[in-house]
Protein backbone atom coordinates (compact mmCIF):
# COMPACT_ATOMS: atom_id res chain seq x y z
CA UNK A 1 0.00 0.00 0.00
CA UNK A 2 1.45 3.45 -0.84
CA UNK A 3 1.81 5.59 1.86
CA UNK A 4 3.23 9.02 2.25
CA UNK A 5 6.00 11.10 5.11
CA UNK A 6 5.71 14.40 6.03
CA UNK A 7 9.65 15.07 7.72
CA UNK A 8 9.04 18.02 9.36
CA UNK A 9 6.02 17.24 12.42
CA UNK A 10 5.81 21.11 13.71
CA UNK A 11 7.67 23.80 12.15
CA UNK A 12 8.34 27.66 13.79
CA UNK A 13 9.00 30.90 11.57
CA UNK A 14 9.41 34.12 11.50
CA UNK A 15 7.07 36.26 9.29
CA UNK A 16 8.74 37.05 5.70
CA UNK A 17 11.15 33.49 6.23
CA UNK A 18 10.57 31.33 3.65
CA UNK A 19 9.18 27.63 4.11
CA UNK A 20 9.52 24.80 2.42
CA UNK A 21 7.51 21.17 3.77
CA UNK A 22 8.76 17.91 2.49
CA UNK A 23 6.50 15.57 1.24
CA UNK A 24 7.71 12.04 -0.09
CA UNK A 25 5.22 9.43 -1.25
CA UNK A 26 6.20 5.29 -1.37
CA UNK A 27 4.04 4.14 -4.81
CA UNK A 28 5.56 2.85 -8.26
CA UNK A 29 2.74 3.90 -10.34
CA UNK A 30 1.39 7.58 -11.29
CA UNK A 31 0.23 9.68 -8.64
CA UNK A 32 -1.42 12.82 -8.56
CA UNK A 33 -0.70 14.95 -5.24
CA UNK A 34 -2.29 17.31 -3.54
CA UNK A 35 -1.52 19.87 -0.93
CA UNK A 36 -4.13 20.08 1.73
CA UNK A 37 -4.19 23.24 4.34
CA UNK A 38 -6.03 23.19 7.86
CA UNK A 39 -6.65 26.52 9.50
CA UNK A 40 -7.27 26.44 13.07
CA UNK A 41 -11.27 25.49 13.76
CA UNK A 42 -11.76 25.39 9.76
CA UNK A 43 -11.95 22.59 7.49
CA UNK A 44 -9.47 20.89 5.06
CA UNK A 45 -9.22 23.68 1.96
CA UNK A 46 -7.04 22.85 -1.21
CA UNK A 47 -3.98 24.76 -1.82
CA UNK A 48 -2.82 23.15 -4.70
CA UNK A 49 -2.94 20.03 -6.87
CA UNK A 50 -0.62 17.96 -9.97
CA UNK A 51 -2.11 15.41 -12.28
CA UNK A 52 0.12 15.97 -15.20
CA UNK A 53 2.73 18.62 -17.14
CA UNK A 54 4.48 21.35 -15.67
CA UNK A 55 5.74 19.19 -12.24
CA UNK A 56 6.17 23.19 -10.67
CA UNK A 57 2.50 24.00 -9.97
CA UNK A 58 1.16 26.69 -8.43
CA UNK A 59 -1.91 27.12 -5.50
CA UNK A 60 -3.62 29.63 -4.15
CA UNK A 61 -1.92 32.45 -1.27
CA UNK A 62 1.56 32.69 -2.96
CA UNK A 63 2.19 28.87 -2.53
CA UNK A 64 3.95 26.21 -4.88
CA UNK A 65 5.26 23.09 -4.87
CA UNK A 66 7.17 20.95 -7.11
CA UNK A 67 6.91 17.72 -8.06
CA UNK A 68 9.90 15.41 -8.64
CA UNK A 69 9.42 11.94 -10.09
CA UNK A 70 12.86 11.04 -9.60
CA UNK A 71 12.51 11.63 -5.75
CA UNK A 72 8.89 10.43 -5.18
CA UNK A 73 8.88 13.90 -3.80
CA UNK A 74 6.04 17.14 -3.84
CA UNK A 75 7.70 19.69 -1.22
CA UNK A 76 5.40 22.51 -0.43
CA UNK A 77 7.14 26.24 -0.82
CA UNK A 78 6.31 29.44 -0.16
CA UNK A 79 8.99 32.49 -0.73
CA UNK A 80 7.53 34.92 2.60
CA UNK A 81 4.89 33.49 5.05
CA UNK A 82 2.77 35.77 6.84
CA UNK A 83 1.40 35.03 10.29
CA UNK A 84 -2.03 34.12 8.45
CA UNK A 85 -0.62 30.84 7.25
CA UNK A 86 -0.25 29.43 10.67
CA UNK A 87 -1.76 26.30 9.98
CA UNK A 88 -1.74 22.64 9.80
CA UNK A 89 -0.40 21.49 6.28
CA UNK A 90 -1.34 17.94 4.68
CA UNK A 91 0.26 16.51 1.50
CA UNK A 92 -1.98 13.66 -0.12
CA UNK A 93 -1.56 11.38 -2.81
CA UNK A 94 -3.99 9.63 -5.17
CA UNK A 95 -2.79 6.59 -7.41
CA UNK A 96 -3.95 7.52 -11.18
CA UNK A 97 -4.45 4.19 -12.10
CA UNK A 98 -7.23 5.17 -14.04
CA UNK A 99 -11.29 5.42 -13.61
CA UNK A 100 -12.42 4.86 -10.28
CA UNK A 101 -9.54 5.50 -8.53
CA UNK A 102 -10.82 8.34 -5.62
CA UNK A 103 -8.78 7.22 -2.74
CA UNK A 104 -6.52 9.81 -1.12
CA UNK A 105 -3.42 8.72 1.60
CA UNK A 106 -2.92 11.48 3.40
CA UNK A 107 0.46 12.63 5.58
CA UNK A 108 0.32 12.86 9.11
CA UNK A 109 0.58 16.45 8.75
CA UNK A 110 2.97 19.33 9.42
CA UNK A 111 2.11 21.50 11.88
CA UNK A 112 3.60 25.63 11.18
CA UNK A 113 3.59 28.02 13.38
CA UNK A 114 4.21 31.46 12.05
CA UNK A 115 5.35 34.30 14.18
CA UNK A 116 4.49 37.87 13.75
CA UNK B 1 -18.71 26.34 -5.74
CA UNK B 2 -17.98 22.26 -4.25
CA UNK B 3 -19.24 23.44 -0.61
CA UNK B 4 -19.49 20.52 1.83
CA UNK B 5 -21.18 20.59 4.91
CA UNK B 6 -21.61 18.57 7.85
CA UNK B 7 -24.41 18.53 10.38
CA UNK B 8 -23.90 18.42 13.61
CA UNK B 9 -21.15 20.15 14.51
CA UNK B 10 -19.99 18.47 17.39
CA UNK B 11 -21.94 16.24 19.42
CA UNK B 12 -21.72 14.99 23.37
CA UNK B 13 -23.37 11.81 23.62
CA UNK B 14 -23.69 8.91 26.72
CA UNK B 15 -21.98 5.43 26.07
CA UNK B 16 -23.89 3.05 24.35
CA UNK B 17 -26.04 5.64 22.36
CA UNK B 18 -25.98 5.84 18.61
CA UNK B 19 -24.96 9.20 17.15
CA UNK B 20 -26.04 10.11 13.47
CA UNK B 21 -23.82 11.96 11.21
CA UNK B 22 -25.01 13.77 7.83
CA UNK B 23 -22.65 14.96 5.24
CA UNK B 24 -24.19 17.08 2.15
CA UNK B 25 -23.11 17.94 -0.87
CA UNK B 26 -24.65 22.03 -1.45
CA UNK B 27 -23.88 22.67 -5.10
CA UNK B 28 -22.55 19.87 -6.59
CA UNK B 29 -23.68 15.98 -6.75
CA UNK B 30 -21.47 13.55 -5.31
CA UNK B 31 -21.18 10.50 -6.66
CA UNK B 32 -18.35 9.12 -4.21
CA UNK B 33 -18.17 10.15 -0.31
CA UNK B 34 -15.57 9.43 2.16
CA UNK B 35 -15.44 9.10 5.47
CA UNK B 36 -12.80 9.74 7.80
CA UNK B 37 -11.18 9.89 11.84
CA UNK B 38 -8.93 12.12 12.77
CA UNK B 39 -7.24 12.07 16.04
CA UNK B 40 -5.53 14.86 17.67
CA UNK B 41 -2.14 15.98 16.63
CA UNK B 42 -2.75 12.76 13.74
CA UNK B 43 -3.74 12.61 10.12
CA UNK B 44 -7.20 11.64 8.43
CA UNK B 45 -7.51 8.35 8.67
CA UNK B 46 -10.26 6.79 5.51
CA UNK B 47 -12.74 4.52 7.50
CA UNK B 48 -14.91 4.13 4.22
CA UNK B 49 -15.73 5.37 0.83
CA UNK B 50 -19.63 5.38 -0.15
CA UNK B 51 -20.96 5.63 -3.70
CA UNK B 52 -24.39 6.56 -4.20
CA UNK B 53 -26.68 3.60 -4.28
CA UNK B 54 -24.81 1.05 -2.96
CA UNK B 55 -22.98 -0.44 -0.09
CA UNK B 56 -19.70 1.37 1.38
CA UNK B 57 -16.50 -0.28 1.40
CA UNK B 58 -14.81 -0.02 4.55
CA UNK B 59 -11.17 0.36 5.78
CA UNK B 60 -9.71 -2.79 7.01
CA UNK B 61 -9.93 -2.70 10.98
CA UNK B 62 -13.08 -0.21 10.84
CA UNK B 63 -16.12 -2.20 12.35
CA UNK B 64 -19.08 -1.91 9.49
CA UNK B 65 -21.68 -2.93 11.95
CA UNK B 66 -20.42 -0.30 14.27
CA UNK B 67 -20.30 2.56 11.60
CA UNK B 68 -23.25 2.55 9.45
CA UNK B 69 -22.82 4.79 6.46
CA UNK B 70 -25.96 5.00 3.98
CA UNK B 71 -25.36 7.33 0.98
CA UNK B 72 -29.11 7.55 -0.35
CA UNK B 73 -28.92 10.45 -2.50
CA UNK B 74 -26.21 11.95 -4.79
CA UNK B 75 -25.80 14.89 -2.37
CA UNK B 76 -26.11 13.25 1.10
CA UNK B 77 -24.14 10.44 2.81
CA UNK B 78 -24.86 9.65 6.57
CA UNK B 79 -22.67 8.18 9.38
CA UNK B 80 -23.57 6.44 12.29
CA UNK B 81 -22.04 5.48 15.22
CA UNK B 82 -24.14 2.85 16.78
CA UNK B 83 -23.49 2.16 20.77
CA UNK B 84 -21.03 4.29 20.65
CA UNK B 85 -18.46 3.98 23.68
CA UNK B 86 -15.93 6.63 25.03
CA UNK B 87 -12.98 4.98 22.68
CA UNK B 88 -14.98 6.33 19.71
CA UNK B 89 -14.76 10.21 20.68
CA UNK B 90 -13.06 11.76 17.75
CA UNK B 91 -13.25 14.18 15.03
CA UNK B 92 -15.19 12.59 11.94
CA UNK B 93 -14.49 14.20 8.89
CA UNK B 94 -16.46 13.60 5.70
CA UNK B 95 -15.65 14.38 1.62
CA UNK B 96 -17.18 14.76 -1.51
CA UNK B 97 -16.15 13.72 -5.18
CA UNK B 98 -17.78 14.48 -7.79
CA UNK B 99 -18.09 11.94 -11.14
CA UNK B 100 -15.17 13.76 -12.79
CA UNK B 101 -13.22 15.60 -10.21
CA UNK B 102 -13.34 12.52 -7.50
CA UNK B 103 -11.56 10.44 -10.27
CA UNK B 104 -8.58 12.30 -10.05
CA UNK B 105 -8.28 12.06 -6.43
CA UNK B 106 -9.68 15.39 -6.19
CA UNK B 107 -12.10 15.75 -2.87
CA UNK B 108 -14.02 18.29 -1.43
CA UNK B 109 -14.19 18.65 2.36
CA UNK B 110 -16.85 19.12 5.15
CA UNK B 111 -15.48 20.80 8.51
CA UNK B 112 -16.05 17.87 10.64
CA UNK B 113 -18.07 16.62 13.68
CA UNK B 114 -16.33 16.69 17.08
CA UNK B 115 -18.19 13.30 18.83
CA UNK B 116 -17.29 13.22 22.08
CA UNK B 117 -18.57 10.06 24.25
CA UNK B 118 -19.17 10.00 28.09
Known amino acids: AQSVSQHNHHVILSEAASLELGCNYSYGGTVNLFWYVQYPGQHLQLLLKYFSGDPLVKGIKGFEAEFIKSKFSFNLRKPSVQWSDTAEYFCAVNPNSGAGSYQLTFGKGTKLSVIP | GAVVSQHPSWVICKSGTSVKIECRSL??????MFWYRQFPKQSLMLMATSNEGSKATYEQGVEKDKFLINHASLTLSTLTVTSAHPEDSSFYIC??????????????FGPGTRLTVL
Open chain 2, 95 to 108: SAGSGVRSGRGEQF
Open chain 2, 27 to 32: DFQATT
